[in-house]
């Protein structure tokens, strides 16, 4: 168990709906990132926060879009939902304090089926 | 732009023998890289790190060992047990010295298949 949780496990939609992914980090962890794994894409850095922070931006669709807040949770927003966007979706946390080093504990996704 | 390779998408190996995955990346700039084990509907699991300060670090039965000049880095576990039997990714990023680091920047893996 990593310590972060996410939720769903499962979510199974149509096209055009709108989904909410949320996630808790770490205790104390500050830095929350989004990655999606797809089949063909492999895992695929998507949006990064840090302390409620937008930080870095990675392939992430203008349809999807995320916050942090004060509380450090994250939730990764998907709209216009099309059947490319079934994937699995993971949020990570990094320990902050971790001076040289990049360890980013994985939460165990979100499987986002869309029909 | 594949910035980080795993040149071998499957690895079989006999239980007691050593392990040894592969990975290269071309972006000069990573600084930091890990390797992280995935099972089947699970998260990644971070199993070993190392900075490009170093060249080798060792953690239990797994070590990984960084060629900069190379641009390669390998995982190697020493003895593999059947429980090793996942697909392993290696993944790198840039940054370091920051509070804040960025990215991951992922392989497309490789699956360990450990036989009795």
């Known amino acids: 168990d990593s310590g972060v949780t996410q939720t769903p496990k499962h979510l199974i939609t149509a096209t055009g709906q709108r989904v909410t992914l949320r996630c808790s980090p770490r205790s104390g962890d500050l830095s929350v990132y989004w990655y999606q794994q797809s089949l063909d894409q492999g895992l695929q850095f998507l949006i990064q926060?840090?302390?409620?922070?937008?930080?870095a931006k990675g392939n992430i669709l203008e349809r999807f879009s995320a916050q942090q807040f004060p509380d450090l949770h994250s939730e990764l927003n998907l709209s216009s939902l099309e059947l490319g966007d079934s994937a699995l979706y993971f949020c990570?946390?990094?320990?902050?304090?971790?001076?040289?080093?990049?360890?980013?504990?994985f939460g165990p996704g979100t499987r986002l089926t869309v029909l | 732009d594949q910035q980080v390779k795993q040149n071998s998408p499957s690895l079989s190996v006999q239980e007691g023998r050593i392990s040894i995955l592969n990975c290269d990346y071309t972006?000069?700039?990573?600084?930091?890289f890990l390797w992280y084990k995935k099972y089947p509907a699970e998260g990644p699991t971070f199993l070993i790190s190392?900075?490009?300060?170093?060249d080798k670090n060792e953690d239990g039965r797994f070590t990984v060992f960084l060629n900069k000049s190379a641009k390669h880095l390998s995982l190697h576990i020493v003895p593999s047990q059947p429980g090793d039997s996942a697909v392993y990714f290696c993944?790198?990023?840039?940054?370091?010295?920051?509070?804040?680091?960025?990215?991951?920047?992922f392989g497309q893996g490789t699956i360990l298949t450990v036989h009795p």
């Open positions: 993944a790198a990023s840039s940054g370091a010295g920051g509070t804040s680091y960025g990215k991951l920047t």
């Open positions: 972006n000069s700039m990573f600084d930091y």
């Open positions: 190392i900075s490009s300060i170093k």
């Open positions: 926060y840090y302390n409620g922070e937008e930080r």
């Open positions: 990570a946390s990094r320990p902050s304090g971790l001076a040289g080093a990049n360890e980013q504990f």
